[in-house]
């Protein structure tokens, strides 16, 4: 059986999340992968011969060659595996719930454009105070790993009774936050105490000079109340690193349109930093 060799960038990526660390040191010769994964392999209609990558979403990644693609059964030959390095600057997007469908947009621009975190806090503003389904959110997070073709799942924080004052208080003390709040901006009636939201997100980004972490907030529809951002501002207040309202422009965006400006933004400007 000839094998049939295309560039990296091109090879399928598939997930195995049973493999561990001690699968790079002493790899399995051949994988059979699960039935989700294979189903998978048979609609993409991929042939024996062909390679593939596998990842456990925690860093592994394998290189395979499909040799077998029965019905029953998708089995790879595992060729070499690597453990990829995480990305520099850690992303965490801290995002007010919204409808599931807006959130379900939100899950997958993060993980693909490079959130490595993701909190979704009850705002006064959230429709429900329920917690969204993580097992539907995970899996369209994992999707978007598969198309991004990165190594590591997003972790998704989601609960009831997570607030956006207590996932502020939880970040380091040195991590440097950036709320999107575009109120002031087109609201001229005195909600704020102080000017906020003047500075675009790029130019706050671009004053860094080195950053390992950051975070993003940004609110759900409609977005943060006039408490919220006063609270944020006291918390701000008690912090080291940078905290600043930014505007993501003179336009108003939905939650997911603003999700993917946002981390596009601060994903490239990192980059740039290392």
Not at 151 to 161: H, S, T
Request: aromatic share 4%.
């Amino acid at each position: 059986m000839k094998a049939t060799s295309v560039p990296e960038k091109h090879r399928w990526r598939f997930f195995d999340e049973t493999l561990t660390q001690e699968a790079a040191s002493s790899p399995p010769k051949t994988l059979l992968l699960s039935a989700e994964e294979a189903q998978l392999a048979r609609v993409l209609r991929l042939k024996e011969g062909e390679f593939i990558e596998i990842t456990n979403g925690s860093g592994l990644l394998f290189d395979g060659c499909l040799t077998k693609t029965g019905r029953k059964e998708v089995e790879v030959a595992l060729k070499k595996v690597r453990t990829m390095q995480r990305d520099s600057c850690q992303i965490r997007l801290v995002v007010g719930k919204s409808k599931p469908s807006a959130m379900e947009d939100v899950i997958d621009s993060a993980a693909q454009l490079g959130a490595n975190t993701i909190s979704i806090f009850t705002s006064e503003k959230s429709p429900t105070r329920r917690a969204l389904k993580l097992e539907r959110l995970q899996k369209i997070a994992r999707e978007a790993v598969r198309i991004s073709k990165s190594a590591y799942f997003p972790q998704i924080e989601n609960g009831p009774d997570l607030t956006l004052e207590g996932l502020i208080k939880q970040l380091p003390p040195n991590e440097p936050v950036f709320v999107c709040d575009e109120s002031p901006l087109h609201d001229h009636s005195d909600n704020h105490t102080e000017p906020m939201g003047h500075t675009h997100l790029l130019e706050a980004l671009q004053k860094l000079s080195s950053c390992s972490a950051l975070s993003i907030v940004i609110g759900p529809e409609g977005g943060l109340t006039q408490a919220e951002c006063r609270t944020l501002q006291g918390c701000g207040a008690e912090r080291p690193a940078p905290f600043c309202f930014v505007s993501l422009g003179t336009r108003i965006l939905t939650v997911p349109h603003a999700v993917q400006s946002a981390v596009t933004l601060a994903r490239s400007v990192v980059n740039g930093l290392h």
